[in-house]
């Protein structure tokens, strides 16, 4: 276990609709990140949050949209879903994010889009 | 250019035998750092090990130890005696010093495979 926490596990949707995935970061951790796993893109990082404020930004679409509460935990929406955008969502954590830490992850979100 | 390379598909090993897990990396950074995630079939990432672009020794942890060669720019997993719930997916993954590289950057992975 490795203490970061995401709900839900599974998720099922049409295309069109909007969720919510979310992530609670290991404690004392303030580095969020999110990544979407998926057949013919790989692992590619999404958005990074630190202590509140984003701090990086990779392939996220103009479609998600995340963001990370006072209490630290994280939230990635995803909307006007896609056929595509079925993928298996991680949310990893680190303690100040240092190069050099580890990004521990969650159990994932597996979303699927009809 | 791809900044992680796993060339291996699928590999095969013995129970009980050791498997390098290959890994080359691109990179005009100096300070970086190395890991190695396992992914079971039921999906979590486990991280397995790390190594920085400054530490002389070779990492290890249990089991696994990775074989770094700056040079190189290999960073090559070794999984000693292995077992049979080591069949997973591994990846390699860099993250760099550089402020707008905050994230790590993926291998497409190698499947394990281990046979009793």
């Known amino acids: 276990d490795s203490g970061v926490t995401q709900t839900p596990k599974h998720l099922i949707t049409a295309t069109g609709q909007r969720v919510t995935l979310r992530c609670s970061p290991r404690?004392?951790?303030?580095?969020v990140y999110w990544y979407q796993q998926s057949l013919d893109q790989g692992l590619q990082f999404l958005i990074q949050?630190?202590?509140?404020?984003?701090?990086a930004k990779g392939n996220i679409l103009e479609r998600f949209s995340a963001q990370q509460f006072p209490d630290l935990h994280s939230e990635l929406n995803l909307s006007s879903l896609e056929l595509g955008d079925s993928a298996l969502y991680f949310c990893a954590s680190s303690g100040g994010g240092a190069y050099q830490e580890t990004q521990y992850f969650g159990p994932g979100t597996r979303l699927l889009v009809l | 250019a791809q900044k992680i390379t796993q060339t291996q598909p699928g590999m095969f090993v013995q129970e009980k035998e050791a498997v390098t897990l290959d890994c080359t990396y691109d990179t005009s950074d100096q300070s970086y750092g190395l890991f190695w995630y396992k992914q079971p079939s039921s999906g979590e990432m486990i991280f397995l090990i790390y190594q920085g672009s400054y530490d002389e020794q070779n990492a290890t942890e249990g089991r696994y130890s990775l074989n770094f060669q700056k040079a190189r720019k290999s960073a090559n997993l070794v999984i000693s005696a292995s077992q049979l719930g080591d069949s997973a997916m591994y990846f390699c993954?860099?993250?760099?010093?550089?402020?707008?590289?905050?994230?790590?950057?993926f291998g497409t992975g190698t499947r394990l495979t281990v046979i009793p």
């Open positions: 404690s004392g951790d303030l580095s």
């Open positions: 949050y630190y202590n509140g404020e984003e701090r």
């Open positions: 993954a860099m993250r760099e010093k550089a402020p707008w590289a905050n994230n790590l950057f």
